[in-house]
């Protein structure tokens, strides 16, 4: 008899069926390859032996963390860093950041370790790559693309140099690309609100998510449509999918929502929005040409657009127009009046509004890495090779306050050498180049585009092509919901703020993903067909 459980006979029929043992027979013999169960069974030579090569990936990717980690320690700051420390701290709405990232170093404050932070972040960073490796698999993707898709995450200099920044950044990139594979697998009620959770603890990281609720709401929306078994009925299909995603998402939005009001008796999830706005529309603003009334023209810049500061320069150089009146920046009349300055800059210059953001995108596609939006900005992106001074502008008193209460002592950074020079020169020469990731996001509709070219050519017989249809389609979903978030990510910043180099780094292992996807189905469509061997008398 134990025998037969071990094999998985005993839980299959004779004592345990229906719901319960379909449950446990997936749990003692998985169908899916890639199930820890299953690579148990298999054996570790054979699981590692399939596996090489991403298993190299992943050694020299967790290899490097570790260098970097023995060479700055406990950790790399940013001028955000002071903010999420406060608000782990002394937990209450932010006006410029949501909490998210907040909680995430109040969960671990009893260690009183900024190290152990970074070092969770690190392993975010290797589970994303996992994430992207196992999602190919399982969506059909050859094995090499699986690998080659990884490389960036895994590799980048900059992603692990971000990855040990106590930014919220690392936290984001792991729950968007959790999403986005969430996504893909057979939808039901229960992963879709798992879907809507998920997305929601990434609105309350970093507000870029918000936007991302809808873009995976239409996709559920797609999936009921396609998955409504009777044709009067496609509304309850819809509903079992999107009902259960929108409460699990909007809900927690919502609870933050409403402290954020009981706070500060505003409505959002941020009272920042018109502040960024309206540093992003002075990159173009032209005061002659809005003709504003008077209370917004105290904002207004007399200099040519050329000749202005990078737009983070209007919110945090206090000889900028708005830091100049009264009050702190980000006080609800202060937000407001910089909101409405935005909005009529972008009603009276639309087209400029649209070139100055097509320009920043740019950005994302260098060659190269110039330095911007400044030197310090670009700064805190490198490994540095002596001790840095504290970061931002203004002296962060309480800030450090409460990091040294954090950490249970002084947090100074500490350069290790030789391993910090390691991390210097791999950042010298490992990283994404701005113009391999647009390949990269170009590969999948350039695939899409071969592919529907040569169903063209050849017409197979009704209901092969109904099926190949229907394959088609499900590939196309797949890649395009990657693909479809990294340009929402890649989009919103320089619509709504401006280029920043780290904003670029989530929107690669979504990038790669879509790609791995696209060329499944390039390959497999592109190989010729078997040739059909036919008796000599039939003629």
């Not at 202060?334 to 972008?346: C, E, H, N, V």
């Amino acid at each position: 008899m134990s025998g037969q459980l071990v094999s998985g006979q005993l839980v299959s029929g004779q004592l345990v069926s229906g719901r319960l043992g379909r449950w446990l027979r997936e749990r003692v013999e998985p169908r899916d390859p890639l199930h820890p169960v299953a690579w148990a069974r298999a054996g570790l030579p054979g699981w590692a032996r399939r596996h090489r090569w991403f298993l190299v990936v992943f050694g020299l990717g967790a290899l490097l963390r570790l260098v970097t980690a023995l060479g700055y320690r406990p950790a790399l700051w940013f001028p955000d860093s002071y903010t999420y420390v406060v608000t782990a701290m002394r937990p209450r709405p932010d006006l410029v950041r949501p909490a998210g990232y907040s909680m995430f170093l109040r969960l671990l404050e009893a260690f009183h370790s900024f190290a152990l932070a970074v070092t969770v972040q690190h392993v975010l960073g290797l589970l994303v790559g996992v994430m992207v490796y196992v999602t190919v698999l399982r969506r059909g993707g050859p094995s090499w693309a699986a690998v080659l898709a990884c490389v960036p995450v895994l590799l980048d200099a900059y992603q692990i140099e971000l990855e040990h920044l106590l930014v919220s950044d690392s936290l984001f990139t792991f729950l968007v690309v959790g999403a986005v594979c969430l996504a893909m697998r057979p939808p039901t009620p229960r992963s879709a609100a798992a879907l809507g959770l998920v997305l929601a603890a990434a609105t309350l990281t970093r507000t870029v998510g918000l936007p991302l609720i809808a873009v995976f709401a239409l996709v559920l929306l797609a999936h009921g449509v396609r998955g409504a078994g009777a044709p009067a009925r496609p509304g309850r299909a819809v509903a079992r999918l999107t009902v259960p995603f929108l409460v699990a998402a909007l809900l927690p939005v919502a609870g933050y929502a409403g402290w954020f009001y009981a706070t500060y008796q505003r409505v959002g999830l941020v009272g920042s929005n018109g502040v960024f706005l309206y540093a992003r529309t002075m990159a173009f603003a032209d005061c002659s040409v809005m003709k504003p009334p008077a209370d917004l023209a105290v904002l207004c810049d007399s200099r040519p657009p050329a000749s202005r500061p990078a737009s983070q320069e209007y919110i945090w150089n206090a000889e900028a127009p708005l830091p100049r009146l009264p009050g702190i920046t980000f006080t609800k009349e202060t937000d407001t009046l910089a909101g409405r300055f935005a909005s009529l800059a972008i009603r009276s210059q639309p087209l400029d509004y649209l070139r100055s953001t097509l320009t920043e995108l740019g950005r994302s596609f260098t060659l190269g890495r110039p330095v911007y939006p400044d030197a310090e900005t670009y700064g805190y992106y490198e490994f540095p090779d002596t001790v840095p001074p504290p970061p931002g502008r203004n002296p962060a008193v309480v800030g450090k306050e409460f990091a040294q209460r954090y950490e249970g002592g002084p947090v100074t950074l500490r350069i290790s050498e030789p391993f910090a020079g390691l991390m210097r020169a791999y950042q010298d020469v490992a990283r994404l180049p701005g113009t391999a990731l647009l390949v990269i996001l170009l590969a999948p509709p350039a695939a899409w585009l071969v592919r529907a070219g040569s169903a063209r050519t050849r017409r197979p017989p009704a209901r092969r092509a109904h099926s190949n249809r229907a394959s088609s389609n499900r590939a196309s979903s797949d890649w395009g919901i990657a693909w479809a978030t990294a340009w929402a990510l890649l989009l919103v910043p320089p619509a709504t703020a401006q280029f920043d180099y780290r904003y670029v780094l989530p929107v690669v292992p979504l990038a790669c993903l879509a790609a791995a996807l696209s060329v499944r189905r390039l390959r497999r469509r592109t190989r010729p067909a078997a040739p059909i061997d036919r008796p000599s008398n039939i003629k």
